[in-house]
C-alpha cells in the first residue's frame, strides 16, 4: 500500500516505520510525506501496537525536504504552495503526536527534515559516523516547519548557531546537544535500539502514553497558531530569489553564489 515507507509490525507490540526511497537518501517527498502522516496516524490509533521505531534504508537517514518538489512549489501558485507546506508541517504533527515512544535509528545523514524527524523521536540513537546539519540556510532556504521541534529539543542558543550556519557536525555533538541519547558503532545500534524498545515493552501502555502527554504540555508550546507561522514562513522563502538561486545550484551541482 505505500511506496515510499515501509512499515513492519511484531507481535509483541512493535512497529519499525522505515523511509524506503533510498537513491534519494529519503528526501520527503510530496508522497512520503503523505504516507509517513498516514503511517503516523494509524500506528498512533492501533491498540496493539505500543513503540514506534523510526528507522530508514540505505546511505543516508534522512536528507531533509526534497529539493525537486520545492522547486515545484516555487513555480506554483500560492494556494498550492500553501498547503504542500503545511502537508509537510502536519506530517512533524502527526509523528510528534504519536502516543506511545516513537525511536530514531540513524545512520548516514540528517539534514535539514530528516534532523526535523529525529527532533520528533522521543529518543535517538545513530551510528557513531552520522552526519547531521540544518543545511537550508545553505541552500537560500531555512528551517520552517522543523523549527518548533528542533527548539523544543535543543533549546534557542544551540539552535541558532546551527539555523544561522547550517554547519554539519557530527554524532558526538549531537549527543551533547541532547539530540541523540547515545552514539555507538554501527555494528551496536540495533541492539541499542532494541534494549530500549524492551525497555517500554516493560511498562504499562496507557501510563507511557499518559507521560508522553505530560513532556508535551510540559514543554514547548507547539500549538495550531505556531505551526500555521511556520507554513507561512516557508511560503515566503519560496519565494526569494535566494531559494531559486540555491536549489538551482543543487541541482547544477554547482556552489551557490553565495558561498565563499
Ligand atoms: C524541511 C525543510 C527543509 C529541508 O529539509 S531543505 C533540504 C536540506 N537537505 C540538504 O541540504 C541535503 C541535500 N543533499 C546533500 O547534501 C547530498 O545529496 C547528500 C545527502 C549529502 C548525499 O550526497 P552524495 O554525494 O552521496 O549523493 P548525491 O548528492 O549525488 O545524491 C544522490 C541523489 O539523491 C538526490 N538528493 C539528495 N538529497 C536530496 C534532497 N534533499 N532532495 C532531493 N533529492 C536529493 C540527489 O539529487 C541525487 O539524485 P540523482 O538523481 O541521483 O542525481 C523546510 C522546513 O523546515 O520547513
Redo the contacts with the bound molecule.
Keep these: 500500500m505505500f511506496k515510499t515507507i515501509r512499515i513492519t509490525r511484531e507481535d509483541r507490540g512493535l512497529a519499525r516505520l522505515e523511509l524506503a526511497r533510498p ?3 529519503n ?3 510530496a508522497q512520503m510525506i503523505a504516507e509517513l502522516t498516514e503511517a503516523a496516524q494509524m500506528l498512533g490509533a492501533d491498540p496493539q501496537i505500543r513503540v514506534v521505531v523510526l528507522a530508514a534504508e540505505g ?2 537517514f534522512c ?8 522547486q515545484e512549489q516555487m513555480a506554483a501558485d500560492s494556494a498550492t504552495r500553501r498547503s504542500a ?1 503545511r502537508a ?2 502536519l506530517m512533524l504533527k502527526a509523528l510528534n503526536e504519536i502516543p506511545k515512544p516513537l525511536i530514531g535509528r540513524v545512520q ?2 540528517a ?6 524527524l529525529i527532533s520528533v523521536c522521543d529518543i535517538a540513537f545513530a551510528a557513531e559516523e552520522a ?1 547531521f ?4 540556510v ?2 537560500g ?7 518548533p521541534y528542533v527548539l523544543a529539543r535543543i533549546g534557542a542558543g544551540q539552535a541558532r548557531r546551527m539555523f544561522f550556519s ?1 554547519q554539519i557536525f557530527g554524532a558526538p555533538e549531537a549527543v551533547r546537544l541532547g539530540l541523540l541519547a547515545e552514539a555507538l558503532p554501527a555494528r551496536d545500534l540495533d541492539t541499542a535500539v532494541e534494549t530500549e524498545v524492551e525497555r517500554y515493552l516493560h511498562c504499562a501502555p496507557a501510563a507511557v502514553a499518559a507521560a508522553k502527554r505530560l513532556c508535551h504540555r510540559l514543554g514547548a508550546q507547539i500549538d495550531a497558531a505556531v505551526i500555521e507561522q ?1 507554513v507561512e ?2 511560503v515566503a ?1 519560496w519565494d526569494g530569489d535566494e531559494a531559486q538561486a540555491g536549489l538551482a545550484a ?2 547544477g ?1 554547482r556552489p551557490p553564489p553565495w558561498q565563499s
Aim: hydrophobic share 45%.
Design positions: 537513491a534519494k537518501h528526501a520527503l517527498s546511505p543516508s536528507a531533509g525536504g526534497d529539493l525537486g518538489w520545492m507546506a509537510l508541517a548516514g545523514n539534514f535539514g527534515g530528516g534532523l526535523g552526519r546539519g540544518l543545511t537550508e545553505r541552500l532556504l531555512i528551517p520552517a516547519t522543523i523549527a547550517g511556520t514562513d516557508l522563502v543543487f541541482f551541482k
